[in-house]
């Protein structure tokens, strides 16, 4: 009986349980570089989010009663052309 045996219950070889219970550096080799990984992903997303563009970030709607500035019914088109239809 050894350390590992749990990992055939959830599916493991019997080889890959002999092989965790003669070798169980392998087994923290595995959940360091998994916790390894994990940390840089989150770094990465950290360094997305801290170094966006102004106009990346969400706009903060202020909708505070009925029909607002724009009377429901389109408010101020930027990408308008000039002079077109209204």
Known sequence: ????DWFGAIGATPE?????NDQPILFTILLVVLVTIILQIVLIWYI??????PEQMKKKDDKKGGAGAGGGKGGDNKAAAP???K
């Not at 890959?16 to 965790?20: H, M, P, Q, R, Y």
């Not at 997305?48 to 563009?53: C, G, I, M």
């Open 83 to 85: 002079g077109g239809r």
């Open 1 to 4: 009986m050894g350390q590992f």
């Open 16 to 20: 890959a349980v002999a092989v965790l």
């Open 48 to 53: 997305h989010y801290a170094t966006r563009k």
